[in-house]
């Protein structure tokens, strides 16, 4: 589409790199009205620390020139031919690109062409995202500029709603950064062919690959990959953040199975949490605590258990004889747990706890503000940042985020754009994680009516309704 040239600012002293359009397209208008569509994309980008800057626009003879930052680093493409990233320095560069997708994202702006060529490095070796030339501004100013049926994109990292010539969306250009995601991780494409036409087609028809089989990954991510490369765009994460986040959750969850974990048997250990966390995780990233919670509970019944060395110091009071237990959790191939326990009888000193204060009452719950108070651009990244709260069980942080932007984003969801039912899960998630169960299930309700039946909706209606009986009760 264009020629590019390594060049000389004269008056700031620097190097730039100009982007002009090859000459046999210059006569062309349709052409070059994308080419200067890529201009103003680029421009509205400009300013992100991982998205290549835009210093000038122009034209020299009848060719449109576009003036641009010189990244220097090479291409991300190159740098895994040569080798393959180790796990922390891959989700680095995955965290880079995925902040610059999702701020594209809230522009209204999709990228269309996710790959490890597109994504450059500056002297610094800091990740860029570039070549926003056949991204697509999802406003009506583009209607007619793509032709319907048309495929933009690269084979190897093609989504299957574009390989079919659909509409691509901001869960395409999540997906192609998920196909990134598992090269950087194993050193091939999920769908990897001989042709660009047979690995555009398993793109549509074939089933995700296990990453743990071909990289010598935890388990784990798998369930991750199976989200992000899923054929349904509905069912991807819902953002390219969430993605890398989930995808680094795995690896530490399968990073801890395959420790050899010394575990004290106690009934506090044993204890389930009574809400569960925010957003599903995949479907194996809960088997740890799940697993040690279960061979916690089949130690014997025990009311407590010390695990100490030598000889145990003189009891001031022995209140109980109970026993001692060690159970050793080891990981064996493909996620077979191993369970080694010894158990002899000892007699414990039990001191009597400490009366725990009651937790502070959570604050009131207040009905989201009448109006439009910010943006729906604002409102978005504020349903992301309640998001992250969320993760982390601070619901006191996620509630006032998601009380501004539902009104926002009420009446806004569609197929492309899906945060109001995104809200509305986060806003009963954070009256439930703050017990306010009543409160908490019209909003669930809500979330289910606009996207339908999930996981992890079902999850919290039912914790929300069984806290509210509980109360009834």
């Known amino acids: 589409m264009g020629d590019i040239f390594l060049a000389h600012d004269g008056q700031l002293g620097r190097k730039v790199a100009v982007k002009v359009l090859a000459e046999r397209f210059a006569s062309d208008l349709s052409v070059r009205e994308r080419f200067k569509r890529e201009a103003l994309t680029a421009a509205r980008l400009s300013g992100h620390p991982h998205i290549v800057t835009i210093f000038d626009v122009g034209e020299w003879n009848d060719r449109p020139f576009i003036v641009m930052e010189y990244l220097a680093g090479g291409t991300l493409g190159e740098r895994i031919r040569k080798d393959t990233a180790r796990p922390s320095q891959a989700f680095d560069w995955l965290e880079g690109a995925a902040e610059a997708l999702d701020a594209a994202h809230r522009e209204g ?87 660009a036409t047979a690995e555009a087609a398993a793109h549509i028809h074939e089933p995700v690959p296990s990453a743990a089989e071909r990289g010598d990954l935890p388990e784990e991510v798998d369930g991750v990959f199976d989200r992000a490369l899923a054929k349904d765009p509905a069912e991807r994460h819902t953002s390219a953040s969430e993605l890398v986040q989930d995808l680094r959750t795995a690896m530490e969850a399968g990073e801890q199975m395959t420790r050899m974990i010394a575990l004290p048997a106690t009934a506090a250990t044993a204890t389930a949490p009574t809400v569960p966390p925010a957003y599903e995780r995949s479907r194996r990233s809960w088997m740890l ?185």
């Open 109 to 195: 702006i999709v990228h269309r062409d996710v790959k490890p060529a597109n994504l450059i490095f500056d002297a610094r070796g800091e990740l860029n995202v570039v070549d926003f030339g056949i991204a697509r501004v999802l406003d009506q100013t583009t209607v007619g500029m793509t032709l319907p049926g048309t495929i933009l994109g690269t084979s190897g990292y093609l989504s299957p709603e574009q390989a079919n010539g659909a509409e691509a969306t901001a869960a395409s250009d999540i997906y192609g950064l998920g196909v990134v995601a598992f090269e950087l991780l194993t050193g091939s494409r999920p769908f990897e062919r001989a042709s």
């Open 289 to 473: 605590p799940a697993l040690v919670g279960l061979l916690l509970l089949g130690g014997g019944g025990v009311a407590a258990a010390v695990l100490t060395g030598g000889d145990d110091p003189p009891p001031v009071e022995t209140r109980v004889v109970t026993k001692r237990v060690r159970s050793v959790v080891t990981e064996t191939a493909r996620g077979q747990v191993s369970v080694q326990t010894e158990t002899r009888t000892v007699a414990t000193t039990v001191e009597e706890p400490a009366e725990e204060p009651p937790p502070p009452s959570p604050p009131p719950a207040t009905p989201p503000p009448d109006g439009g108070a910010v943006s729906v651009g604002r409102a978005i990244s504020m349903t992301d940042q309640a998001t992250s709260h969320l993760r982390q069980g601070n619901y006191t942080a996620a509630l006032p985020l998601v009380q501004q932007a539902l009104p926002a984003l009420s009446g806004t969801y569609s197929s492309s754009n899906r945060y109001e039912a995104y809200a509305n899960y986060n806003y009963g998630a954070s009256l439930l994680g703050l017990g306010r169960c009543d409160e908490a299930i019209p909003y669930l309700e809500r979330s289910e009516a606009l996207q339908g039946q999930r996981s992890e909706i079902t999850r919290d209606k039912k914790a929300a309704k069984d806290c509210a009986k509980g109360k009834d009760d």
